[in-house]
């Protein structure tokens, strides 16, 4: 699987946070709308996205993601929560700020990290 730019991951992870998957299509003003972006830099990165095979859309219709899409949008969006809350809840740093630092963070882990990471906060039974 490509790996994408940390806009493109973002991208993923709204359309899947809007309830795109293969058979549920999300409309690109609502994409914008989520990511606080122009309806045009949508289009641009629907056209990348398209090219790697994670999204589909037919000539000016709406966007519905390719399993590749379904699973790396998935995987973005988990990495997200998972910071957040762990950031949030066990290390004490407010919502707001827990919620930007675990977008930052979630594009940087390596997916072994993450998965170290996690295997180890389950070990501590927060």
Same mark, same amino acid.
């Given at each position: 699987?490509?790996? %994408? ?7 993923? $992870? ?19 709308? +989520?990511? !606080?972006? *122009? @309806?045009?830099?949508? *289009? @641009?990165? =629907?056209?990348?996205?398209?090219? +790697? !095979?994670? =999204? ?6 709406? /966007? ?6 379904? &699973?790396?949008?998935?995987? =973005? ?5 998972? %910071? ?8 004490? /740093?407010? %919502? @707001?700020?827990? $919620?930007?630092?675990?977008? @930052?963070? $979630?594009?940087? /882990? *390596?997916?072994? *990290?993450?998965?170290?990471?996690? &295997?180890? /906060? ?5």
């Amino acid at each position: 699987m490509d790996m %994408l730019s940390m806009t493109h991951e973002d991208y993923l $992870e709204a359309m899947v946070m809007l309830g795109a998957d293969k058979t549920q299509s999300v409309r690109a003003v609502d994409v914008a709308e +989520k990511m !606080g972006v *122009s @309806k045009a830099s949508v *289009s @641009k990165a =629907v056209a990348v996205l398209k090219e +790697k !095979g994670f =999204v589909s859309q037919p000539y000016y219709g709406d /966007i519905t993601l390719t399993d590749d899409g379904v &699973a790396y949008g998935n995987k =973005v969006l988990d990495r997200h929560q998972a %910071l957040t809350l762990f950031l949030h809840k066990a290390v004490g /740093i407010d %919502l @707001k700020t827990a $919620e930007e630092e675990a977008c @930052k963070m $979630e594009h940087a /882990i *390596s997916d072994d *990290s993450f998965e170290k990471w996690v &295997a180890f /906060i389950r070990s501590l039974n927060l």
